[in-house]
């Protein structure tokens, strides 16, 4: 039996491959405000802003290739059972080939109805004012705003207690609830935290390997230090 290998992963892995975060520039994302275009209220206030902002992002992602921590995380699978837990709305862990990807925040290349939740279509081009579903409500993009319930959080609750090793790679910590995850990992579990800037950690039972690295020198750092625990 392999070991299984969770791993939270935030902007920063997508980051070398191009994609850019809102925290990079002071709240604003690629020049707008997250209010504006990441919020049911910005929803509201301007569905046609909020629908060109995430075709642009869609359109960005077509252009943007997983880059070698995305790849390096594929190869663990030979030794662990790995599951990938993503605060990223990319495709990026897919692309790769990775087996088992969640997406806590949403899928860019999906949408669903502005009135029925299960309502999910893949989506890869541009999403219109007047894309309706087979009821003719409005469709919108398939992403966890701010403010809004995250339905996978379930899930990547009981993946997460379930783990052997947990992995934290190029996130801050500052968005729940995802940064809360690492408070449900057993406390006997060892834990791995890539980060340029890791964010402090207190009153956590487990023992905490901080690697300060990028993502993708830090996802080849710890695949030696892995090799160990095989």
Do not use: C
């Not at 491959?17 to 049911?40: C, H, N, Y």
Request: aromatic share 8%; hydrophobic share 40%.
């Amino acid at each position: 039996m392999k070991k299984k290998l969770v791993i939270l992963t935030g902007a920063g892995i997508s980051a070398e491959s191009g994609i850019k975060t809102f925290r990079d520039a002071g709240g604003l994302w690629e020049g707008q405000s997250v209010m504006d275009v990441a919020t049911p209220e910005g929803w509201h206030k301007n569905p046609k802003l909020v629908l060109d902002f995430y075709n642009q992002r869609r359109k960005q992602l077509h252009e943007v290739q997983p880059n070698l921590g995305h790849k390096t995380l594929v190869e663990l699978e030979n030794d662990f059972e790995v599951f990938i837990i993503t605060q990223n709305v990319d495709n990026l862990h897919e692309k790769a080939g990775s087996s088992n990807v969640l997406h806590l925040h949403g899928e860019l290349l999906k949408v669903r109805s502005t009135k029925n939740d299960n309502y999910i279509l893949d989506w890869a081009g541009d999403l219109n004012f007047g894309d309706l579903d087979n009821n003719r409500n409005q469709l919108r993009p398939h992403i966890v705003w701010f403010g809004e319930e995250v339905p996978a959080l379930e899930e990547a609750l009981e993946i997460t207690q379930k783990a052997d090793v947990f992995v934290v790679i190029g996130t801050s910590l500052q968005v729940y609830p995802a940064a809360g995850l690492i408070e449900f990992v057993n406390p006997e579990i060892p834990i791995f935290y890539i980060d340029p800037k890791p964010a402090l950690i207190p009153n956590l039972k487990n023992h905490v390997e901080i690697i300060p690295m990028n993502a993708t020198q830090g996802v080849l750092f710890l695949q030696q230090m892995l090799s160990d625990l095989i």
